[in-house]
């Protein structure tokens, strides 16, 4: 497990990568929040939580690649609020859960898609970023 706040602030951390092989089951709330230089985020397919504001702030996040097969299930509330950067990302298929909020804030966010045979059951308040 990444910890709740183990990354947070570190202003210049530009970019996450895991082995594919990784063991990583979940990523903390607000592990990487504040983390204003981080664009690339590479999420293996062992990591099944991503926790509350994970992503919050990280305004020059632009690319989200989740591995194939993975076994994500819930995307907590505001995990990505405030990614600025953020244009689009495809949603493993196995997502049941969107937390409230999940993407406000991403003015930028112009395309979510969801895996085939998508497993979506539920979609918190406020999760799509507002137009303008």
């Known amino acids: 497990e990444i910890e709740e706040w183990c990354f947070f602030g ?3 951390l530009r970019a996450v990568t895991f082995e594919s092989e990784s063991r990583l089951r979940t990523i903390g709330y607000r592990a990487f929040f504040g983390c ?3 664009g690339f ?3 293996p397919r062992s990591v099944g939580v991503l926790g509350g504001e994970c992503f ?3 305004r020059s996040l632009s690319a989200v690649v989740f591995e194939s097969d993975s076994q994500l299930t819930e995307i907590g509330p505001s995990a990505f609020s405030c ?3 953020l244009e689009s990302i495809c949603l493993p298929r ?3 859960v969107l937390g409230r909020e999940c993407f406000s804030g ?3 966010l112009s395309r979510i898609t969801f895996g085939p045979g998508s497993q979506l059951t539920g ?3 406020g999760v799509f970023p507002e137009g303008d």
């Open 94 to 96: 196995g997502v049941g």
């Open 41 to 43: 985020m590479f999420i």
């Open 106 to 108: 991403c003015r930028s």
């Open 83 to 85: 990614c600025l950067s």
């Open 36 to 38: 204003s230089s981080l």
């Open 123 to 125: 979609i918190g308040q």
């Open 56 to 58: 919050y702030g990280c």
């Open 10 to 12: 570190c202003e210049a």
